[in-house]
């Protein structure tokens, strides 16, 4: 007897999904199936609670779905290998159709089930554009500069990349889905009881849906204007749900060209931006495939000589919000009380810690990881190590953002800043972005004391700037 099971993974919904369409165009009336999602057991422990909420929320929300077309959606938690092969032992053959994930722990996952004597694997090119081995130089190798990996994705592109695979569930028969009798259930209101910590992103396909309307209608056409400012809403806030599944990337870039072809020519640059940002994704992940080593070590791995300093003291006070630099500090407890930090501030907090504070960018990888809502291994690795200039990125190790400077270009009037660190609420923009520079009098006006209701700077940036680039040069010049 055969069963075909439908893995759910990274692609958490029932529109758009080419491995389920590959999945239901297989099926003949007389076989079994079962829709399945195991809750892995990994290596990989970078979940934290507001995170596992927002995917507790879509999985709960993709079973009710199911339900009401008169399915299941089977969830259990465990090992893959070993959740498959307890399923597999009722059958003499099992076929599994499931979409691919580039990251190296995913890998060694799908290639331990394909062992199973009586399981086959089918995966399918979803949670991307292109599949990893298609955007490639001219000799066959892959890029490792995200410009000319762009260049070559738009000319690949067409409008066949980003079609609509729509899955027809209404020939399944109810009666021929399996029901695994050996394996636990697990309950997933359950799960969602027990965690209270709520992010600023709620969870499910219909919650996505909505954004992504939301961001079509307005932000899209602004979305270069607006995107670098924290305390303006201009991103799309799409990314938790890019990372999940729930929405497509075929979804998004259908939405980005119908809301281009629409658009008057000063809005396409506007567009084209965000289109860009999604390539961005497709390139991080075609290095996570490419060059697996980067899940530990440096992409330039010359760069895992450097001297990194490893204090727990500072990056205690990174994660807390405790610097002295009001716009990291703003960044870090956006990140701990939403489970979400604007992009800009990513790259200002990633850079602080491995320039300023010349601290491993592994620590700071790990903490957003178990902090991110949004947390994409790919993607997360990726901007680390940009901004610790040991990745792939073109640019030298020079490029150090000062974080005064940033501030006072992105945050202005420092009205992100007031938000997340309200002891600097009275500060006018004269002092909101260096508070240390006021007078004992002007502290006393303002009503904020330097080391007492703010700390003052842990680091004076221009002095560590210049050790920083004698530790990079060290490195350089061997």
Same mark, same amino acid.
């Given at each position: 007897?055969?069963?075909?099971?439908?893995?759910?993974?990274?692609?958490?919904?029932?529109?758009?999904?080419?491995?389920?369409?590959?999945?239901?165009?297989?099926?003949?009336?007389?076989?079994?199936?079962?829709?399945?999602?195991?809750?892995?057991?990994?290596?990989?422990?970078?979940?934290?609670?507001?995170?596992?909420?927002?995917?507790?929320?879509?999985?709960?929300?993709?079973?009710?779905?199911?339900?009401?077309?008169?399915?299941?959606?089977?969830?259990?938690?465990?090992?893959?290998?070993?959740?498959?092969?307890?399923?597999?032992?009722?059958?003499?053959?099992?076929?599994?159709?499931?979409?691919?994930?580039?990251?190296?722990? #995913?890998?060694?996952?799908?290639?331990?089930?394909?062992?199973?004597?009586?399981?086959?694997?089918?995966?399918?090119?979803?949670?991307?554009?292109?599949?990893?081995?298609?955007?490639?130089?001219?000799?066959?190798?892959?890029?490792?500069?995200?410009? =000319?990996?762009?260049? &070559?994705?738009?000319?690949?592109?067409?409008?066949?990349?980003?079609?609509?695979?729509?899955?027809?569930?209404?020939?399944?028969?109810?009666?021929?889905?399996?029901?695994?009798?050996?394996?636990?259930?697990?309950?997933? #209101?359950?799960?969602?009881?027990?965690?209270?910590?709520?992010?600023?992103?709620?969870?499910?396909?219909?919650?996505?849906?909505?954004?992504?309307?939301?961001?079509?209608?307005?932000?899209? #056409?602004?979305?270069?204007?607006?995107?670098?400012?924290?305390?303006?809403?201009?991103?799309?806030?799409?990314? =938790?749900?890019?990372?999940?599944?729930?929405?497509?990337?075929?979804?998004?870039?259908?939405?980005?060209?119908?809301?281009?072809?629409?658009?008057?020519?000063?809005? #396409?640059?506007?567009?084209?931006?965000?289109?860009?940002?999604?390539?961005?994704?497709?390139?991080?992940?075609?290095?996570?495939?490419?060059?697996?080593?980067?899940?530990?070590?440096?992409?330039? &791995?010359?760069?895992?000589?450097?001297?990194?300093?490893? *204090?727990?003291?500072?990056?205690?006070?990174?994660?807390?919000?405790?610097?002295?630099?009001?716009?990291?500090?703003?960044?870090?407890?956006?990140?701990?009380?939403?489970?979400?930090?604007?992009?800009?501030?990513?790259?200002?907090?990633?850079?602080?810690?491995?320039?300023?504070?010349?601290?491993?960018?592994?620590?700071?990888?790990?903490?957003?990881?178990?902090?991110?809502?949004?947390?994409?291994?790919?993607?997360?690795?990726?901007?680390?190590?940009?901004?610790?200039?040991?990745?792939?990125?073109?640019?030298?190790?020079?490029?150090?953002?000062?974080?005064?400077?940033?501030?006072?270009?992105? *945050?202005?009037?420092?009205?992100?800043?007031?938000?997340?660190?309200?002891?600097?609420?009275?500060? =006018?923009?004269?002092?909101?972005?260096?508070?240390?520079?006021?007078?004992?009098?002007?502290?006393?006006?303002?009503?904020?004391?330097?080391?007492?209701?703010?700390?003052?700077?842990?680091?004076?940036?221009?002095?560590? &700037?210049?050790?920083?680039?004698?530790?990079? &040069?060290?490195?350089?010049?061997?």
């Amino acid at each position: 007897m055969k069963l075909k099971i439908f893995w759910f993974r990274e692609d958490l919904r029932l529109e758009d999904n080419r491995g389920l369409f590959e999945f239901t165009n297989s099926l003949n009336p007389n076989e079994r199936f079962l829709f399945l999602y195991i809750k892995n057991e990994n290596s990989f422990n970078f979940f934290g609670a507001k995170r596992i909420r927002f995917l507790y929320e879509s999985l709960d929300e993709l079973k009710k779905s199911l339900n009401n077309l008169g399915f299941d959606l089977f969830i259990t938690k465990g090992k893959s290998t070993e959740v498959i092969k307890k399923i597999s032992e009722e059958f003499e053959e099992v076929i599994n159709y499931a979409n691919e994930q580039p990251e190296i722990y #995913s890998r060694n996952r799908e290639e331990k089930v394909k062992k199973i004597s009586n399981v086959q694997l089918n995966l399918y090119t979803d949670s991307t554009i292109f599949g990893f081995n298609e955007v490639l130089k001219d000799d066959g190798k892959p890029y490792t500069v995200y410009t =000319p990996f762009s260049k &070559k994705f738009f000319v690949l592109l067409n409008n066949d990349r980003y079609k609509n695979f729509k899955a027809d569930l209404s020939k399944l028969h109810t009666e021929k889905e399996f029901k695994p009798k050996k394996i636990l259930v697990f309950d997933i #209101s359950g799960g969602l009881n027990e965690i209270d910590d709520i992010g600023v992103i709620k969870g499910g396909r219909s919650e996505g849906i909505k954004l992504l309307k939301k961001f079509y209608d307005g932000g899209i #056409s602004s979305y270069k204007k607006f995107r670098d400012f924290p305390a303006t809403k201009g991103t799309s806030y799409l990314s =938790p749900f890019l990372h999940f599944g729930i929405i497509g990337i075929r979804e998004c870039f259908r939405t980005a060209y119908s809301k281009l072809n629409k658009s008057q020519e000063s809005e #396409s640059q506007e567009i084209l931006t965000w289109i860009k940002e999604l390539i961005w994704r497709e390139f991080y992940y075609n290095i996570s495939y490419h060059f697996s080593y980067t899940d530990k070590f440096s992409f330039k &791995k010359e760069y895992d000589k450097l001297n990194w300093r490893y *204090d727990e003291d500072s990056f205690r006070k990174w994660c807390d919000g405790k610097t002295g630099y009001p716009i990291v500090d703003a960044g870090m407890r956006q990140l701990k009380k939403e489970g979400w930090m604007h992009n800009r501030v990513r790259m200002i907090v990633a850079m602080f810690l491995t320039k300023d504070l010349f601290i491993d960018w592994r620590w700071g990888e790990k903490y957003f990881a178990e902090h991110l809502i949004d947390m994409d291994f790919s993607s997360n690795n990726g901007g680390w190590q940009w901004s610790a200039s040991t990745g792939c990125d073109a640019q030298p190790y020079f490029r150090i953002f000062n974080p005064v400077l940033q501030s006072k270009k992105f *945050d202005t009037e420092g009205d992100y800043i007031k938000k997340y660190v309200p002891e600097l609420q009275y500060l =006018p923009s004269k002092f909101i972005h260096t508070p240390w520079e006021m007078t004992s009098e002007e502290q006393e006006m303002y009503k904020m004391r330097i080391n007492i209701d703010y700390p003052e700077p842990i680091v004076n940036h221009q002095d560590v &700037k210049n050790l920083i680039l004698s530790e990079f &040069k060290k490195i350089s010049a061997n």
